[in-house]
């Protein structure tokens, strides 16, 4: 708990506060106003020749985020973490690569632990935890993407259900209006057993965040790919056709062209606006993905 005591600048001063609080970071002032809660005490505010201690107390109750991304080594996960980090939230990132090897500031500020989501010692990660990202998901063959699309966030969700943690966001995937012999692929199969079990553990605070095509910079091998070239300007194209194009999605599979990519950095800072508001649950699509982060960019 912090302190601030002022000095009185000349004897005649009526209150001589003393403000006591617990403060707040940048990210938490975004919240609604409820999770403020204030007490204040204002003693004796009369004037007195003598110097007399009057306080004003001002306690404030503030919920620290200590939120754990897994896959924060990732290209979404690096976004999250960069992010949260700018907003003051202490993150653990879990990955097997652990630590990624470039260097940056907010690379120093992430508590990076390397760990396999199947073997993990998840005591070593989730006590005091206030919320779990799940970034981990991606291609291969039928069976690879079953485990990790589908069993591995089970898996995560399970042990945050397990060690009582209040909040799951899970990065999913938009389904592009497929058809239903293309959806079952295991990696949609997989992304949809993992959001069942998120909103079945977590129903009144899990996240499922499904976006398209995510750009930015993407880091391989070291050299990064600047997916951002394409992904921002069809972005634009696609917003600025708006709803001249909105009739086509009724066309299986036009999704794959018409819906709008995603920056790396909104879908970080819609992440950010799931673990901050209490009031933001289920599953959101691509365009409720860039409305709640610009809340936070606000
Ligand atoms: N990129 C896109 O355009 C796009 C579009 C829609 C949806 N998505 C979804 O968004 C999510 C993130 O995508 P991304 O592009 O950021 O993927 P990514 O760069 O491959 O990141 C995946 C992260 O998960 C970690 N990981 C994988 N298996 C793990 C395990 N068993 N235990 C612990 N950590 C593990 C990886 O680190 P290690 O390998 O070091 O463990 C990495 O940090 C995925 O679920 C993806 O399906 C992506």
Redesign the pocket.
């Given at each position: 708990m912090a302190s601030i005591f002022f000095s009185p600048a000349a004897s005649s001063a009526a209150v001589l506060p003393r403000v006591s609080f617990r403060p707040r970071s940048a990210f938490h002032s975004q919240r609604r106003s409820c999770m403020f809660g204030v007490r204040c005490s204002y003693a004796n505010a009369g004037v007195s020749d003598e110097y007399t201690s009057n306080t004003i107390d001002v306690v404030a109750d503030v919920r620290s985020e200590k939120v754990v991304v897994?896959?924060?080594?990732?290209?979404?996960?690096?976004a999250i973490c960069k992010a949260a980090v700018s907003k003051g939230i202490e993150i653990i990132?879990?990955?097997?690569?652990?630590r990624p090897t470039y260097s940056s500031s907010w690379v120093d500020q992430v508590t990076w632990v390397?760990?396999?989501?199947?073997y993990?010692n998840w005591d070593e990660v989730l006590v005091g935890a206030t919320a779990v990202v799940?970034?981990?998901?991606?291609?291969g063959s039928e069976e690879q993407m079953k485990r990790?699309?589908g069993e591995?966030?089970i898996v995560a969700v399970n042990a945050a259900y397990d060690f009582g943690i209040p909040k799951f966001v899970?990065?999913?995937?938009?389904d592009y209006n497929l058809p239903s012999f293309l959806l079952s692929s295991s990696?949609f199969t997989g992304?949809r057993e993992a959001e069942s079990a998120v909103l079945s553990k977590f129903p009144r605070s899990g996240v499922v965040l499904?976006?398209?095509?995510?750009?930015g910079k993407?880091r391989v091998d070291g050299f990064e790919i600047p997916?951002d070239l394409v992904g921002e300007p069809v972005e634009k194209i696609l917003s600025a056709l708006g709803n001249f194009i909105k009739p086509l999605s009724s066309i299986p599979a036009s999704d794959i062209f018409l819906a709008p990519?995603?920056s790396?950095d909104d879908?970080a800072l819609a992440t950010i606006n799931a673990i901050g508001d209490d009031d933001m649950f289920g599953v959101f699509t691509i365009e409720q993905i860039k409305e709640a982060a610009a809340k936070v960019r606000a």
């Open positions: 897994i896959g924060g080594s990732g290209f979404v996960g690096s990132s879990v990955s097997r690569s652990g390397p760990g396999d989501v199947f993990l799940s970034t981990v998901g991606g291609f990790i699309n591995a966030n899970l990065i999913s995937v938009h990696y992304k499904r976006p398209g095509f995510i750009y993407r997916l990519p995603v790396v879908l």
